[in-house]
Each structure stands twice: as structure tokens, then as C-alpha cells.
């Protein structure tokens, strides 16, 4: 963990302590368990003690440059996070001050030095309350999202491919949902194989090429995405067969004719054809 030299050891605000360098928060001599990401952002407010620390800077600081997340919804959630384990409030900040559209600012006293006097306005609280009721309807959207998820991998278990896709079929349509997000992601490749189940291989292969699509800057060594690749090699060589499931893919069987090559069944058609 980067901390700055000019940062004491340890820093005393109100009833708690910090320590940057052994990455421990503690009120009244008692460890406190803090997110990573949140730890990282009081870090930094305590080094900028008194200066604004815009969003631009967190999100440097908290993320590598290529990382995929919605960083306004994750900066609001470690904010937001912080705050509770500081028994803090938006409105009436002791600790943590939000400055509207710039960042946000300590303003506690450290150490015994004088507190920054804040500066919260009327529009302050106006964007924190929005802020809350925003945060409250992304919770509630991404457990609606997971369950959809759950929904669907239970139907490809139970090899029912319509309602398997049904159900992926609503993360990728939902109007909140992030593309490359995990969620996102994931169904694409739900759909991928409900198809395959249903014997569709058109619209298998487009969604196997979307889930590539947004896996792009991601590991491509990650186990899945080799057994995706696998999974549309095999999708690409299966013939008109109806009814076969995705994880037979995974274990090289199949029910019916098989899997033949686009070259072998012309040649075999052509033969018949002669005949």
C-alpha cells in the first residue's frame, strides 16, 4: 500500500486512529474491519488534509487504467461505506465533507490540528440524498440481476434452453446494465450455450462473439474463456442436430449424428446426389 512520506505513522481523528503503513483503523483501541477501497480513500484524505480530492483522483488511485467498473456507483459505495464505519453523515460531516460535482474533503481535526470548517450547501445535500436514492436502486437492479443469473444456470443444468435464455435474456436487455460489467458478461455466454441447447447455432455463435467482444481487454488465460473458445469451435463444426447441451461440449460427447466437418457433409451430399 503507497503511503506518503510526510504521513505520521499514525493519525488521530475524534475516536479513531489510522494507520496507513500496517493498513488498520481503529476506534478506541478497537480494529475496525474497512473495505480495501475505502481504506485507500481515507488514506488519501488524510494525506491532502483540508484539499479537495476529486473523483478523478480516486479513480486513479483506486483502479489500474484498464479496469472495467461503473466508478461513479463504486466510488459512491466506498464513500458510502467509509462513512458508516466512521458513524459520519453526508449532511452534517464530522469527518468527510462532500463537495458538489468537485470530490470531497476531511475536515476533522488530526492529530490535534484545527478542523477545516465545511462547507456543506443546500445543493450538497441536495446530490448526497440523490446520490443515496441512485445507490439504493443499482442494489436493488444488481440483485435482480444475479437472480436472473442464478435462474438461468439452473435451467442450463436442467437443459431447459428457453427458459434459460429467458432468463439471460433479461440481463443483457436490462437498460441499467453495464456491457462489459460481470453480469453483463456472463449472460452473453449463458446465451451462447442456451442456444447451443435449443440447436440454434446462429444466434450460439453471435452471442459466443459478443462475449468475446467485451472480454477483449480482459486475461484471455482465464479457464472460462478457453472453455468458451473450446465450446464455439465445437458449436461451428456441429451439424443439424436439435437437442444437445453445452456441457457436453466441455466433455466431448454428444447425443445423435455427432459432429461433423462442413467439408465431409458436402462431400456426402454430393455422393448422394452421384447416386
Known amino acids: 500500500m503507497k503511503t506518503s512520506s510526510s504521513?505520521?505513522?499514525t493519525l488521530r481523528f475524534g475516536v479513531f486512529e489510522l494507520d496507513p503503513r500496517a493498513g488498520e483503523l481503529r476506534k478506541k483501541s478497537m480494529k475496525i474491519r474497512l473495505q480495501e477501497q475505502s481504506f485507500q480513500i481515507l488514506t488519501l484524505l488524510l494525506e491532502r488534509l483540508g484539499e479537495v480530492v476529486t473523483r478523478e483522483e480516486l479513480q486513479k488511485r483506486l483502479w489500474p487504467a484498464d479496469t472495467f467498473v461503473d466508478f461513479d456507483h463504486s466510488i459512491n459505495a466506498a464513500v458510502r461505506r467509509l462513512r458508516a464505519a466512521l458513524d459520519d453523515d453526508a449532511e452534517s460531516p464530522h469527518f468527510i465533507e462532500t463537495l458538489t460535482r468537485r470530490g470531497y474533503r476531511?475536515?476533522?481535526?488530526?492529530?490535534?490540528?484545527?478542523?477545516?470548517r465545511p462547507t456543506v450547501t443546500n445543493d450538497d445535500r441536495k446530490e448526497s440524498a440523490i446520490i443515496d436514492q441512485e445507490e439504493r436502486r443499482i442494489l436493488q437492479s444488481e440483485l435482480l440481476l444475479?437472480?436472473?443469473?442464478?435462474?438461468?444456470?439452473?435451467?442450463?443444468?436442467?437443459?431447459q434452453s428457453k427458459e434459460a435464455a429467458a432468463q439471460f435474456r433479461k440481463?443483457?436487455?436490462?437498460?441499467?446494465?453495464?456491457p462489459n460489467f460481470l453480469f453483463g458478461l456472463m449472460a452473453h455466454l449463458g446465451l451462447a450455450r442456451a442456444y447451443a441447447l435449443d440447436g440454434d447455432t446462429v444466434k450460439s455463435l453471435a452471442a459466443y462473439e459478443k462475449f468475446f467482444a467485451l472480454w477483449e481487454a480482459a486475461d484471455s488465460n482465464i479457464p472460462i474463456f478457453q472453455q468458451a473458445k473450446?465450446?464455439?469451435?465445437?458449436?461451428?463444426?456441429?451439424?443439424?442436430?436439435r437437442h444437445w447441451h453445452w456441457s457436453d461440449l466441455r466433455r466431448g460427447k454428444h447425443h445423435g449424428r455427432g459432429l461433423e466437418q462442413p467439408a465431409r457433409r458436402q462431400e456426402r451430399r454430393g455422393t448422394h446426389h452421384a447416386i
Do not use: M, W
Not at 476531511?106 to 477545516?116: A, D, I, Q
Not at 440481463?171 to 453495464?178: A, K, L, P, Q, S
Open 7 to 9: 504521513v505520521p505513522p
Open 106 to 116: 476531511f475536515v476533522g481535526p488530526v492529530n490535534g490540528s484545527e478542523p477545516t
Open 146 to 159: 444475479a437472480y436472473c443469473y442464478l435462474q438461468g444456470q439452473a435451467h442450463l443444468v436442467a437443459k
Open 171 to 178: 440481463i443483457t436487455d436490462h437498460r441499467g446494465t453495464v
Open 230 to 241: 473450446i465450446e464455439r469451435r465445437k458449436v461451428v463444426g456441429a451439424t443439424g442436430r
